[in-house]
């Protein structure tokens, strides 16, 4: 799960985004980061970006005027598509999520530039 600080540098991404025109290719995850990216395009107009699913229909609704590509069987395939389709990769981690970290080590491999935001202690319980 994603916590304020990581929703807030989510946020940030898509400003920064936004104002390089940069294409944005994100998960169609109802929750957490995916959720917020996608929340944030919405609210921003901005529909430079692709939506990944497995499923026929994005999770989290899409970007409106942005694309939907439905790509692999399971979450880990998608994410590897969606590596290899991207100039640069940018995680942002709860510390746990082991398809993040998964997704991080697999871009890392095509020698992607990668960056990895961890959250992992801040954290309040």
Partial sequence: ??????????RRVV????????Q??????????DAEVVREC??????????VGVAQKPRNNGVRGGQYI????????RDQMMAKASDRMLGIWNGKSPGTEKAYQFAQSLNKTVHLM????T???
């Fill in 24 to 33: 944005i290719v994100v998960g169609d995850n109802a929750n957490g980061v």
């Fill in 123 to 125: 954290f309040v319980s």
């Fill in 70 to 77: 439905q790509r692999g069987s399971s979450h880990g395939e």
């Fill in 15 to 22: 400003d920064r985004a936004i104002e390089c025109n940069w």
């Fill in 1 to 10: 799960s994603a916590n304020w600080n990581m929703l807030e540098y989510a």
């Fill in 118 to 121: 961890s959250f992992e202690n």
């Fill in 42 to 51: 919405n609210l921003r107009h901005y529909n430079n970006v692709i939506v």
